[in-house]
């Protein structure tokens, strides 16, 4: 088992920034791939971005590419998401899940986080 806890999340304006942490605790956390989601209300779960077991690769979505940042580090079992130049749209909870591959499915994943709020003002 793995337990995945995020936090960061908040109220910003837009074109602000801020930084998602995910901490795990559990089973050995390099084993695993990292994912970020997000959730919208009334939307479906879409993805954000992922990171190999260690950190060689990543993956974006385009609605985030080159604005966002996913890292990790392996010996503080600690994922972040460095979010800049915010805007309304990405307001969502966020969350992060840990599976065996790199994926933008959610169903790839097995255990996930439990969210954080991140509003985006205009």
């Known amino acids: 088992q793995v337990q995945l806890v995020e936090s960061g999340g908040g109220l910003v304006q837009a074109g602000g920034s801020l930084r998602l942490s995910c901490a795990a605790s559990g089973r050995t956390f390099s084993s695993y791939a990292t994912g970020w989601f997000r959730q919208a209300p009334g939307k479906e779960r879409e993805f954000v971005a992922v990171i190999s077991r260690i950190g060689s690769s990543t993956l974006y979505a385009d609605s985030v590419k080159g604005r966002f940042t996913i890292s990790r580090d392996n010996a503080k079992s600690t994922v972040y998401l460095q979010m800049n130049s915010l805007k309304p749209e990405d307001t969502a909870v966020y969350y992060c899940?840990?599976?065996?591959?790199?994926?933008?499915?959610?169903?790839?994943?097995?255990?996930w986080g439990q969210g954080t709020q991140v509003t985006v003002s205009s």
């Open positions: 899940a840990a599976g065996s591959a790199s994926s933008g499915s959610p169903a790839s994943y097995n255990y």
